[in-house]
Nanobody
C-alpha cells in the first residue's frame, strides 16, 4: 500500500504557474504508475495526466496538453505536475493517484487504487 499527499496548490492569476507535488510513503514507489485528476465545483472528477513507473508513457487531457507537464522522481518518492499558462477553467481540487500495475498508463480513475486528499488550485481572471 502507498499513501499520497499533495502540496503546492494555491491562488494564482490567469497566465501564471504552479507546481504541484505528491509525496508518496509506504511501499517502493517505483512499483506504481501515477496520475493527476481534478474536480471542479459541481463537476465530476476528470483526468489530467498520467505516466508509468519510469516516467514514460505520458498521456495528457486535451484541455491541458502543452501547458501541464507530469514528472516523477522515484529517488524522492515524489510526483510533480507543472502547470503553466493557467486559466480560470483550471480551478479545481487536484488529486494525485497511483495504481500497482507499473507499466500501465490509464485515464480511467476507477483503476487507481490510491488517492491523496487533494490540493486546491484557484485561478483568478
Amino acid at each position: 500500500q502507498v499513501e499520497l499527499v499533495e502540496s503546492g496548490g494555491g491562488l494564482v492569476q490567469a497566465g501564471g504557474s504552479l507546481r504541484l507535488s505528491c509525496a508518496a510513503s509506504g511501499r517502493t514507489f517505483s512499483n506504481y504508475a501515477t496520475g493527476w485528476f481534478r474536480q471542479a465545483p459541481g463537476k465530476e472528477r476528470e483526468f489530467v495526466a498520467t505516466m508509468n513507473w519510469s516516467g514514460g508513457g505520458t498521456i495528457y487531457a486535451d484541455s491541458v496538453k502543452g501547458r501541464f507537464t507530469i514528472s516523477r522522481d522515484n529517488a524522492k518518492n515524489t510526483v510533480y505536475l507543472q502547470m503553466n499558462s493557467l486559466e480560470p477553467e483550471d480551478t479545481a481540487v487536484y488529486y494525485c493517484a497511483a495504481h500497482d500495475v507499473p507499466r500501465l498508463v490509464t485515464m480511467r480513475s476507477a483503476l487507481y487504487k490510491y488517492w491523496g486528499p487533494g490540493t486546491q488550485v484557484t485561478v483568478s481572471s
